[in-house]
DNA sequence: CTACAAAACTAACAATTGTTAGTTTGTTTT
DNA sequence: AAAACAAACTAACAATTGTTAGTTTTGTAG
């Protein structure tokens, strides 16, 4: 029997280490050393650094692209989709906050296969989520704009969760929740 | 007389790299060679690689934090307050988007003292922010909600627009300001 | 034309990088 | 007990890093 275990172990502390520091200003020292062994033991486990980060990356990727995916079947309103991802994200970013920074920071370092793979979903995520936008404003759910301008601001607070949700921990999930929706989608100011 | 051309060429350099590559990314080497000379002659202008990076980040600090102190000085309401943030970061972002980038993704990178001073301004243009829109909310010119979330959610958009800008520079920016605001400020979905 | 300073160069350094080869240790299976 | 395997180790490699010392080139002021 394969043990996953130690692999997992590895690269979940990776991500810690990457989201700290970023990716370049870790060393697979580093890294060896908070597991508390050398680093070129590591190689038993990994086939390389680069790996570690396609794993951290491409497993958040996936994440996201398979709820949106969901999402995006439903059979519901606009507006109580952009919902959901909204709750997807909040999700994600508590379950696994470290990958999603890395996520965030860190894809540019991703060599050929990997990056395109990882560019490919997030144009999928992005345009699918352009399509329920765009949808929603054909149906008068949403105000008419440019899409674009939606799709981005929505999109720059989702991503940056992770940045902010530790600093705030004593806010509950229910709250967090609640009250992110209303404020992306119904604004701020009274009317 | 001195001749600044060269060192501010090379901090603008550095900021272009740095920011499509992320700081530890590039080397001395790297950035040389963009300017046609060889590593070593950069020493006759900077004193260090961090020296470069504290230049970028932390004159890019002092203009967002010039901005905000002299916004808050104003007898405006909030919410024009918060629209001339939003002006503020539109403008920054046009006029010097490599910089901005690079404040947000290598700031970590800084050492001891620059450190210090960055995450001091930081601090600063948060809770200079945060103070707008609590006295906002007490004149109820803004719904109440938990201020750090509207706090959280309006810079996590500002901070990125340098993302964004480049792939949509078709549009105006008087239109880009007007749809923001309306956006950031209002909501999206149809009351 | 000379003198001087600014800014380029070459060469080298010590440290750190990711990774490999070969070996030892410890556990599980037969 | 023997064999097989997983997972650690030591030692070393070639490449790259930021930076310094010392030298040469270039442009300008007297």
């Given at each position: ?69 969901n999402t995006f079947l ?18 994600l970013t508590i379950e ?96």
């Amino acid at each position: 029997m394969k043990n996953n275990d130690r692999k997992e172990q590895i690269v979940k502390t990776a991500a810690q280490l990457f989201r700290e520091k970023g990716y370049n200003a870790v060393s697979m020292r580093d890294l060896a050393k908070d597991l508390g062994i050398k680093a070129a033991s590591l190689y038993n486990h990994i086939s390389s650094k680069e790996a570690i980060l396609a794993e951290v990356i491409l497993s958040t990727a996936r994440d996201f692209t398979e709820h949106i995916d969901n999402t995006f079947l439903e059979e519901k309103s606009s507006v109580k989709k952009l919902e959901e991802i909204i709750e997807s994200h909040i999700d994600l970013t508590i379950e696994k906050a470290n990958f999603v920074a890395c996520l965030n920071n860190d894809w540019m370092h991703l060599e050929e296969k990997n990056l395109n793979d990882y560019i490919k979903m997030r144009n999928h995520y992005e345009s699918t989520l352009r399509k329920i936008i765009i949808k929603g404003m054909n149906l008068h759910e949403i105000e008419p704009q440019n899409p674009e301008l939606i799709l981005f601001s929505l999109l720059s607070t989702l991503r940056t969760l992770y940045l902010w949700y530790p600093k705030n921990k004593h806010i509950e999930k229910s709250v967090l929740s609640k009250e992110l929706k209303n404020n992306l989608l119904k604004g701020i100011i009274t009317i």
